[in-house]
Structures are given as C-alpha cells and as structure tokens.
C-alpha cells in the first residue's frame, strides 16, 4: 500500500483494493482450523504451489496436501475454478465460480448457476451471494482483521424460471491483503489460525 493510498477515504479505497484479497502467491501458506457441529476440531494447510492456465486464464493453484484449488481475479471479481464430476449417476458440469465481488457495496447481489445431471435427469442449482459487510473489522480465534467483506451464500433450485430457495449454504470472511479468514455454515465452522504470505 502506497502511502497516498493511506490518505484517501474508504469509498476511494474500495476501487484500489481490486484483486487484494487473493494474496496467493508461489509458497506462500495458510493454516486454518477446522471445527465440525459435534466440536471436534483438526488443521489443514493451503500452500500456494504456483500457478496454471486454464482456459486462457491464469490461475493460483492452491493444496490442501490432497486437492487442488484454483482461483484467479479479474479487476475485482474472484473466481474458484471447479472442475467437473462425471460419476455414473451424478454429473457436474465443471467452470467458474464467481464467488467475491471486491468493490461491491454493502447489500449488494448477484447469482451464478450450476448445471447438474442426476441419474439422467438435468437440473440447474442457483447460488446467490449477498454482501452482510464491506470494509469492517472482524476478529478471528483472537486476531483482529481490517477491511473485511462479508458474503452470505445461498442456494435455489431452478425449475423454468422458478427458483426455489434450499437455504444457507455459508458465510464467508474475506479480509484485504490475507483473503479468506473464516468460513460459518450450520455444520461446522472454519477459521484462519496463521499464514505467511511470501
């Protein structure tokens, strides 16, 4: 950050912060805590292992120690890219997520859709984002974040132009210079313990 970037306001900040809250770059790593509905607790590590070209778009590939994940930015919008499942009765049909709109206000929303094929029968999921926060302070197993955007993700059914809620899929803390600090759900909780940002 800039030292004139310091001296604008928040509203000003807010077009400066695009692609700020994913900091992933090669070895950098973040450990987060894992807590289920019965308590039970377990860590995981992201390492950001470098990056990749996915349909002429560039992409942070970030491990778990099992699975890859891959996000990229574009002029404010985070994308986590899915690949498809093609199972015997179960197909999902692989591409972008737009799951963060850095510069979007608080109340702000938008929808993506998911196509999905259940023993043959095809059907479209619907996800709606909703901005709870944009710019505020959370604190996380003690540790205080600045510039935090809140998003609430839903999910719908669609059936023609119908959609039909099947409710709360999470929320999700993204804070400026960290990226994602804490996800709450109805069955378990994650939680930013430590990171290090190369």
Partial sequence: MSACRKEKSLEALNTDFHCGYAPYSTGSSFTYQYTNSSGDTSQYT??????????????SILNDGYVDQFIRCNNGSYFLYEKGISLEDYEVEGGDRLFLHDDYGEGATWNDTVSVTISGLAQKGLLQYHILGQQITHTVLGKEYKNVIVVRQDA????????????TIATYYYALGIGYVETISATDTIRLMNYSIR
């Fill in 46 to 59: 992201l390492l950001v292992k470098g990056d990749t070209t996915i349909n002429g778009h560039q992409y």
């Fill in 156 to 167: 719908a059914v669609l059936v023609g132009e119908s959609a039909y809620p099947a409710g």
